[in-house]
């Protein structure tokens, strides 16, 4: 089971903070690479926590936060 903080710290550093955005499959293949059983569903549900609570924000076009 991955660890629920660790993996939205990652994430939450994964995001550049010049404010430029990245897509999702990016942000999910880097944090593959940091959580190797990281699931889809276990990505999409810290990242739609962090979108709620107005943290992060959705980007314009396919994919991008």
């Not at 550093?13 to 569903?41: M, R, W, Y």
Request: hydrophobic content about 45%.
């Amino acid at each position: 089971m991955i660890d629920q903080e660790a993996l939205r710290a990652a994430l939450l550093a994964a995001v550049p903070s010049d404010g430029a955005s990245i897509g999702n499959q990016a942000l999910f293949d880097h944090l593959k690479g940091q959580f190797p059983d990281l699931t889809d569903e276990a990505f999409q549900h810290i990242r739609e926590q962090l979108i709620s609570e107005a943290v992060l924000a959705k980007g314009r076009g396919r994919g991008a936060l």
